[in-house]
Structure formats: C-alpha cells, structure tokens
C-alpha cells in the first residue's frame, strides 16, 4: 500500500516534472525556433535604426562613408541646423498635412466604394478587378503617369480643363503652383490607394453576419442605422488595421513626391521624405539626413500610437 | 526528429532571406585583380595591347537615346584599335550616380572612369573617388586644353576632371517663327531692351496662335540643370555666385545686388506676361522647341541632342545667339563655361591609367567628335588638338559668346547653392515675395548649404 501510494506520488512528482519540462522544453524550442528571425530582426533593423539615430548626432559625410570612418560627435548641430533654416517645421507640417488629409480621403471614398460594391450591383466584381488596376501599378510609374496627366501645356488635365472652360483657363499648371502642388500629389495617392483599402473594407464588411443585418431591418433599423450600429462597429479591426496601414504607408511617400515635384515649388511639397534624400543624397551629409530620419521616424510611432489608443480606447 | 527538422527549415528561411541581399563583388573584382597585376614596364598602347585591362566607365549619357548609339560605337571603336582593352560600361542615373558608386565601390566593384559634369566634382573628391587627371593624361596632351575650361574642374585647388567639349549659355532661336514675324537674324539684338522688343514683337503676332506655348523660355524647376541656368543668366547681369575663395558671394552687396534684382525682374517680365511658364524644366523647353512650339529659349548648346529627338530635321529651323552683350546696369552678358567631362577613378593600377589616357585621348580626337559636335551633342572643343574640328552651323550665332566665358569655382554644396536660385526666383515672380525678402531667404538657404 505504501510503495503503491509512493509509486503514485512519484508518478505525480514525475508526471508533474515532465509536464514542466515540457513546457520548458516546449518554451525553449519556440525560442529556438525565433532565433533565427530575431538575429536577423536585430541585425537588420534593430542595429541599422540604432545607428541610423547615433549617425544624427555626428557629423558624418561622403567622406565618412567611403573611407569608413565613424562620424564625429556635433552637440546635436544637426538638429540645430534644421531647426533653424525652418525645414524640420516646414517638412512636419506639410508631412502632417499630406498625411491627414490623404489618410480621410482615402478612408471616405473606400469606404463608400465598399459600401456601393457590398450592394452587389450589376458588375461588382468586375469593377472590383477593374479597379485594383492602380493599386497594382508601381508607384514611380504611377508618379509618371500623372506627371504626364498634370503636364503643362500638353498635358490631359490642361486639355480638359481648356475644353471646359472654352479656351478661357489655358495655363493651369497645378503641380506649379504653391497652393495646389499638394494638392495634385494627394490625388495621385488617392488614385492609388483607395483601390487597396476598398478591397480589405469590403472584405471586412462581408464578413459581417448577414442575420444580425437582417435583424435590424426587420426590427426597423434604417440604412444609417445600421451602418453606424452594426456595419462600423463590427469592422472596427478591420478599419484600425487599414487606416494604421495608410497612414504609414503616406508617411513613407517619397516615390510620388520625387516623381512629380521632388519637394517643390518654393518647398511647398518637402515632406520629411524629401527631405532626407535631399539631405543624404544631394547634399552628401548623412548625419542631417539621419536626423530627418529619426524625427519622421519619431513622429510616425506618436501618429500610430495615438490612433491605436483612440481606437483602444473606443473599444472599452 | 520533427522539432530539429523545423529548426532546420526556420534557420534556412530565415538566412535565406539575407542571402538574398548578396553582392557580384566577386565576379567583377577579377578582372580588376588581374589588371592590378599588370606589369608596369611598358608604354601607351603598347602596354594595353601585351595586357587585358578593364575599365568600368561610369557613362550616364548612355541613358540619354540621343548619345548612346554614338557611345556605343565610339566604345567599340576603340577597342578594336586598342587590343587588350575592354571597357565596360555602366549606365547610370544621372541624379544618383554618388549612390551608385558608393553602393558599387562598398559591394567591392571599381569605379574607373566616370563621364560627368563638373559640378559633381566637390563631393567626388570628397568621397575619395576620383583623382586628379594631371597624374594619368600625357603632359604634352594634358596641357593641350584651353585654360578657360580647364579652370572650372578646380577644386580645393587642384584640377579634378577634364573637359570633352564645352559650352557657353546658348539662346536657341526657331528662325522660322522668328522670320515669319518680320524678324531677321542677321539683326539679333545685343542689348537687353532690344531682345525685350523682339519678345513684344513675337508675342503680338503670335497671340492669337494656339500652338506656340513660348515665346522666350527660361526654365525655372526647382532641379539641378535650371540652377545652373539661372546663375549663367545672373552672371550675364554681371553678377558672382561664388568667390575665387569658394566663399559666397555677398549679394547684398554692389554689383551683385543690382545684378540679382535685374534677374528677378526679367524673370518677372517673362512669367508675368506669359512669355515663359513657371517651373518648366529645360527637357520641357526642348520638347516643345522640337515641336515647334518654342520661339526661342535659354539652354546649354547640347540641348539640342533632345531637340533632334523630337524632330530629326530640327536643323532646318534651329538658329542660336549668344546671350545680349549688355544686360542691364552692369551686366555684359558673360556666360559660364559648362562641360561634360571625363572624371577618373581613385585606384587605378598602371596599366589602367594607361588605358585610361588613349580612352580620353581617342575620345578627344577630330575624326572621333565631328559627327558628334555637328549633329547630337552640338558644342565646342576644349582641346587645341581639335582645333580643326569642324563646328555645327546651328552654332554659328552662339560662337560670338565664347569668348565671354568665366568659371566659378566649385564648392560642395554648389547644386543645391545653384538651385535655390530657382525656389528665390520662384519666390519673387510667383509667391509675392518682395526682392528684398526673396533675397534675403536665399541668402538664409545657401548660408544653411555652405555652412553644413
């Protein structure tokens, strides 16, 4: 009886040390198994950013770079510099701008093409292919295209305008201009990235159960009823993750920029963008572009950490 | 079994995915190697023709389809009278040849002769990539260049390139249109005011043509090229950018402060009466001139490689002038001297720098440029070796201007120096800016370039 009760305490002790050890086993082989990718995630971006920032505190040039030799520490005379010449200012605010008002476009106009699709008209789903032409596009072409479409004076959008106008507006150059240059990069940008977020809004919205929808209806729920009750609230995840993308991805432009105005006229397209390959590679001072760098870097963890705290705190 | 066979597939994965970023470095280091190794004790051709060299060239022309064939050809050329030489070409962007190299010379490729412009020399020599042509080209073909050309590759006082042919600024004219409007280039002005009132003429007979987009264009994009154009036109006002000491110049102060508000406000006269567009780039100008939609326009004389393109008979109506010999208050309608050129690499064995000098010799002979000069790339020679060479017709207007050239020393920051003067005279004629303040906002941003 004692051995038998020892037998099964052991078998406890053991059965319990095993599935310890499994866990550990099981813990240990997962890390393991992440290895790999986390050296690769340290030794390619973790380490790169980390030198990216150190860079911006030296003064660091072609010459630098070619001979190999570490940049030389500057009391922050980068950051200084930029601050000063006003285009740290300049490129936040027209980076913020770009961003805002590119990132609500986007959202409004691929929401109301999900809503339209999600109806099932005639010709949906060939309008759905149709349409993820422009997302498919690289975007240097599609900067190209819409150099050619904004040209002036032979330009497409010239000669509409001129046509509806009578000949009376002949000279509408709206990359040219200060006030419009933006302006004319915002609608390449829409052009290429309503398409994208379309489909994953449309895909979010099909997943809503149709019998909740059907319930509403028959409780009486009207169509704005039930978009914003049911509809938004149910793609909740799936609008953080889209909207989250987007205003990455615009934080990011610089093909477009380069393509159509490479940051003019009179600076009034320099995004943060911009203005590190200006800095970097016009200029050859590596240590001012990194600084660019690090503040655009900076400000794109505080944009997507306040919209994910919104959105988290909507949640609860 | 299962777990160490994951782990396997986890790791190759995962590696395998940095592998992808590999380099050839070690394919095009051999030829390199075994030119390094040449033995050093034989002379010019002979030499190259014992020895297999390599050259990697570094020709952003060849992107341009005007020039490439003729490169191609010259190439070719060459290498069959020069057994034992290969060049290989590498075609490059012109706005990112600096990356390029850097990302060439760090993956173990060698840069060993570059075709550039002269204004890519600062950063050039500063990144250890080029050196000093004096210790590669023969001293008795080396001093056969023309000082007033030669004087522009200086840099941190040495000479840092060579020139292949050069240019002053040049007024493409389209004679027919100018003809067509009672105006005769036997007549063309050389004053300021008197290119004004051939502006007005061609303007009020051409007002109500639908097809002419420009009567005297100017281009005014904020990029590199117009920089350049712009300081040859404040130039011929009679101001300096930069001072013989690579300083900038103070443009506040006498004449370059006349100088400078004499250019914004021709600038000014053009835009505002629609004369010319705003931020129009010179491919722009040459596009529309090929078309027949230009009367006339400010360009550098190889321009006209792209005019050709757009029609190969641009030579029936293609004229040039050189800029007013009297430009305002002080202004004589100097030109800066541009060139493209022929840059060569830091580390070259001996028997690559001797096949470096008959590339550079061979490509600066008269029966290897006369096709060139006279139909492509239109220009004049740099070197009194080509003396004889024959010069395009459609630059017989042009020619007068040559001899009021002047160079400007080279700085580091000069492209971006040079294009603020676009965004400054965008300030004036397009923002509202007065002249004072656009001045001044330049003086601020090229202060922020110099003193980086």
């Known amino acids: 009886m004692h051995s038998s009760k020892t037998k099964i305490a052991d078998t406890h002790r053991l059965g319990f040390l095993n599935l310890h050890s499994k866990k550990q086993q099981d813990i240990l082989f997962c890390a393991v198994l992440l290895l790999p990718a986390m050296i690769l995630c340290v030794a390619f971006i973790i380490i790169p950013i980390i030198d990216s920032v150190i860079m911006s505190f030296t003064t660091y040039k072609i010459g630098n770079l070619t001979n190999n030799q570490p940049g030389e520490w500057n009391n922050f005379a980068n950051y200084i510099r930029l601050w000063n010449s006003g285009k740290l200012q300049s490129a936040t605010s027209i980076t913020v701008a770009f961003v805002g008002i590119t990132v609500a476009l986007t959202f409004v106009f691929s929401m109301t093409l999900a809503l339209l699709l999600n109806t099932k008209i005639v010709g949906a789903r060939f309008l759905r292919s149709i349409m993820m032409i422009p997302w498919v596009i690289p975007t240097v072409i599609a900067g190209l295209l819409w150099s050619w479409i904004y040209a002036n004076p032979y330009g497409l959008l010239q000669y509409l305008i001129s046509m509806f106008t009578h000949g009376q507006v002949n000279n509408f150059a709206i990359l040219s201009n200060q006030d419009t240059a933006l302006w004319g990069i915002i609608v390449a940008a829409l052009w290429k990235q309503i398409p994208l977020m379309t489909l994953l809004l449309l895909s979010g919205m099909q997943s809503i159960p149709d019998d909740i929808l059907e319930a509403a209806k028959i409780d009486g729920a009207g169509y704005f009823t039930r978009l914003i009750h049911i509809l938004i609230p149910y793609m909740r995840s799936v609008i953080a993750v889209t909207v989250s993308m987007c205003i990455i991805e615009n934080f990011k432009q610089y093909p477009l920029f380069a393509t159509l105005t490479n940051g003019g006229p009179t600076g009034a397209t320099t995004t943060f963008a911009v203005l590190s390959y200006d800095e970097a590679f016009v200029n050859y001072n590596y240590g001012s572009g990194a600084a660019v760098t690090t503040v655009w870097l900076l400000l794109m963890i505080i944009v997507v950490f306040i919209f994910n705290r919104i959105f988290k705190k909507d949640d609860a | 079994m299962k777990k160490l066979l994951a782990f396997v597939l986890a790791t190759v994965l995962a590696f395998s995915m940095a592998a992808c970023g590999g380099n050839s470095a070690a394919s095009t280091s051999t030829s390199t190697a075994s030119s390094t190794s040449a033995s050093t004790g034989t002379e010019g051709a002979s030499a190259a023709e014992q020895e297999n060299v390599t050259l990697r060239f570094y020709n952003y022309a060849l992107s341009e389809t005007a020039k490439a064939d003729w490169w191609e050809n010259t190439i070719k050329n060459f290498e069959a009278e020069n057994t034992g030489i290969d060049i290989e070409t590498v075609t490059v962007d012109y706005n990112s040849m600096i990356s390029t190299f850097t990302n060439d010379l760090a993956s173990g490729l060698s840069v060993d002769m570059i075709y550039g412009e002269v204004n890519w020399i600062p950063a050039l020599v500063e990144g250890g990539f080029i050196q000093r042509p004096s210790q590669v080209i023969d001293p008795d073909f080396y001093n056969g260049y023309y000082d007033y050309v030669l004087n522009q590759f200086q840099y941190d006082g040495a000479v840092y390139g060579v020139p292949h042919y050069y240019t002053n600024s040049v007024i493409f004219v389209n ?42 264009g100017l281009t005014t994009a904020e990029v590199p090229a117009t920089g350049s154009n712009i300081n040859a036109i404040y130039t011929a006002f009679g101001g300096t950018l930069i001072n013989e000491d690579g300083t900038l110049a103070d443009i506040t102060a006498e ?185 001044a906002d330049y003086i601020k941003q090229a202060d922020y370039y110099i003193n980086q």
Request: hydrophobic share 40%; aromatic share 10%.
């Open chain 2, 175 to 216: 004679k027919d249109l100018v003809e067509a409007a009672g105006l005769s280039m036997d007549q063309f002005p050389t004053t300021l005011d008197g290119l004004k009132q051939w502006i007005e003429q061609l303007n009020e007979y051409y007002k109500n043509d639908d097809s002419i987009s420009t009567i005297f």
């Open chain 2, 255 to 439: 004449p370059n402060k006349t100088a400078m508000t004499e250019t914004l406000d021709f600038y000014k006269y053009l835009i505002g009466n629609g004369y010319t567009q705003e931020n129009q780039k010179l491919k722009d100008y040459r596009a529309a001139f090929g078309a027949g939609n230009v009367c006339m326009y400010v360009d550098s004389s190889w321009g006209y490689a792209q005019i050709g393109e757009v029609d190969p008979n641009a030579a029936n109506f293609t004229a040039t002038a050189a800029l007013p010999t009297s430009m305002g208050t002080n202004g004589k309608g100097s030109s800066l001297v541009e060139s493209h050129c022929f840059l060569i690499g830091a580390d070259l064995s001996d028997a690559q720098k001797k096949a470096v000098n008959l590339f550079v010799q061979y490509c600066t002979r008269t029966d290897t440029m006369q096709e060139y000069l006279n139909k492509i790339g239109l220009a004049f020679v740099a070197h009194e070796g080509m003396a004889d060479c024959q010069i395009s017709p459609i630059l017989d207007g042009a020619v007068k201007g040559v001899d009021n050239v002047v160079y400007q020393p080279q700085i580091a920051p000069i492209i971006s120096v040079q294009q603020q003067l676009a965004t400054t005279v965008l300030n004036y004629t397009v923002n509202g800016m007065s002249a004072d303040d656009a001045i």
